[in-house]
């Protein structure tokens, strides 16, 4: 029992040391070729760092792995949706932290798995479906679903309408996160909430491209802007 034990403090120092490790894109990988079945469990323990930068690679890594487990066995893939899935149902006793965006994630880095699931994801921030009340859990689907933009966009059109709301929260982060996958999907309908941004100078953290990075919402809006007029890079 104890060597049990140990083996898998082992591995979870393991994941550890590559969720810390100045070139994590690089070795990455190297957390795709341990059994998935079993690294999956301490990526789950990360989605709930109180290091911003542990959390946000677990959930890349999160991505990587049940992607790399879908190819190979997708009903263990699945298995694993609906464990993140049920964190975030009352019932469960928990709060789900993390698990919005690694669904996210998960969704736009494996093909059959966002046709299944894409639906799912938006329901999180649509108020008559599985809306997360939490205002942090809200903040992930948010991102989430512009996660999914950036790589999936026809399937999370039917969001755009959802997130209207959110470009005129008192959640700067959301008003942020809003306008960010706003503009990624192209949302017309959003121009004067986005417009309405172009002078909001609070400062929100976002992840992108496997980084935590600094934007004002100002800077979000107008590069919301620019997506939408076809303008520029989407990336802010």
């Known amino acids: 029992m104890s060597s049990g ?32 079945r079993q690294v999956i469990n301490p990526l789950f323990s990360f989605l709930l760092s109180t290091d911003e930068r542990i959390r946000w690679r677990a959930v890349t890594a999160m991505g990587a792995v049940v992607t790399n487990l879908a190819d190979e066995d997708t009903e263990s893939a699945r298995v694993i949706m609906r464990r993140l899935m049920w964190s975030l149902n009352d019932e469960s006793g928990g709060i789900g932290w993390g698990a919005p965006e690694a669904v ?30 939490y205002g ?26 959802y997130l209207l709301p959110h ?18 999907l192209g949302a017309e309908a959003a121009r004067s909430q986005l417009e ?15 980084t935590l990075v600094c934007r ?9 802007l620019d997506g ?4 520029g890079e989407l990336l802010p």
């Open 5 to 36: 034990k140990q083996s898998y403090r082992d591995l979870k120092r393991k994941v550890l040391a590559v969720l810390r490790s100045d070139n994590f894109g690089q070795r990455l990988n190297e957390l795709c070729h341990l059994p998935a």
């Open 104 to 133: 996210g994630e998960i969704i736009a880095s494996h093909e059959g798995l966002a046709k299944e699931y894409a639906p799912v994801l938006i329901s999180y921030v649509w108020e008559e479906g599985n809306f997360l009340e």
């Open 216 to 224: 004002r919402v100002s800077h979000l809006a107008k590069k919301a």
């Open 167 to 184: 470009l005129t929260s008192a959640d700067a982060t959301l008003r942020g996160l809003a306008a960010w996958t706003m503009g990624l």
């Open 196 to 210: 309405a941004l172009l002078g909001d100078n609070a400062e929100i953290f976002l992840y992108l491209d496997r």
């Open 228 to 231: 939408i007029d076809g303008k």
């Open 136 to 161: 942090m859990l809200q903040r992930g689907a948010v991102w989430g679903v512009g996660r999914v933009a950036q790589a999936r966009p026809e399937l999370v059109q039917d969001a755009r309408h």
